[in-house]
């Protein structure tokens, strides 16, 4: 069955620094979104893309943060210069269709990141 | 307006018993509403999701019941058992999913 999946699946940095983190969407899906977790708390919602754009950002989601899909597979997310709130467990999904028709977003496992 | 509440924040049942996570949200421009099952250090997964134009869907155990009017939905787990054990978590949805806390739930042996 096809998955989405994120490298690398532990991340820790340093305050300051830039990070990548890196996802495969399930490969005929064209939408493709970035959620975050807070250890312990909800699910929430940074970004979504679609046709090389952002469709929609959300508060977060500030200058610090860029996405890319840099080829045929990959989405990225980059975090320019992390801070110790950066510290989570960060999400990509990917959907075949929109979320005005149907909106099944497929999760991958997961990347943590640490800031210290 | 772009909140889900959900509650309670933790359930315990015993094993064969039936689970139930209410969902209440204010926004009727939602028109997607999915429930997803997330085990410790793993990613959300897609449960079962409805549509508003349905009151209730059934897959397996796990039923959605959703009142429109009341802005209202809950997953029911029939016949709980411990491999259920898991956090659950609402969500609506427009473009992107807005999830609501999340329910931790025990099915004891």
């Known amino acids: 069955e096809p998955e989405v999946t994120q490298t690398p699946s532990h991340q820790v940095t340093q305050m300051g620094q830039e990070v990548i983190l890196r996802c495969v969407p399930i490969?005929?899906?064209?939408?493709f979104y970035w959620y975050r977790q807070i250890l312990g708390q909800k699910v929430e919602f940074l970004v979504s893309?679609?046709?090389?754009?952002?469709?929609?950002k959300s508060e977060i989601f500030d200058d610090q943060f860029s996405v890319e899909r840099p080829d045929g597979s990959n989405f990225t997310l980059k975090i320019r210069s992390t801070k110790l709130e950066d510290s989570a467990m960060y999400f990509c999904?990917?959907?075949?269709?929109?979320?005005?028709?149907?909106?099944?977003?497929?999760f991958g496992p997961g990347t943590r990141l640490t800031v210290l | 307006q772009q909140q889900v509440k959900q509650s309670p924040q933790s359930l315990i049942v015993q094993k064969g018993g039936i689970s139930i996570i209410n969902c209440a949200y204010e926004?009727?421009?939602?028109?997607?509403f999915p429930w997803y099952q997330q085990f410790p250090g793993k990613g959300p997964a897609l449960l079962i999701a409805?549509?508003?134009?349905?009151s209730e869907k059934k897959e397996g155990r796990f039923t959605i019941s959703f009142n429109k009017s009341a802005k209202q939905f809950s997953l029911h787990i029939m016949d709980s058992q411990p491999g259920d054990s898991a956090t659950y978590f609402c969500?609506?949805?427009?473009?992107?999913?807005?999830f609501g806390k999340g329910t931790k739930l025990t099915v004891n042996p």
């Open positions: 999904a990917s959907s075949e269709y929109s979320g005005r028709i149907y909106n099944e977003q497929f």
């Open positions: 490969s005929n899906h064209l939408y």
């Open positions: 893309f679609y046709n090389n754009e952002i469709s929609e």
């Open positions: 926004n009727t421009a939602f028109d997607y």
């Open positions: 409805i549509r508003p134009d349905v």
């Open positions: 969500a609506a949805s427009m473009e992107k999913l807005v």
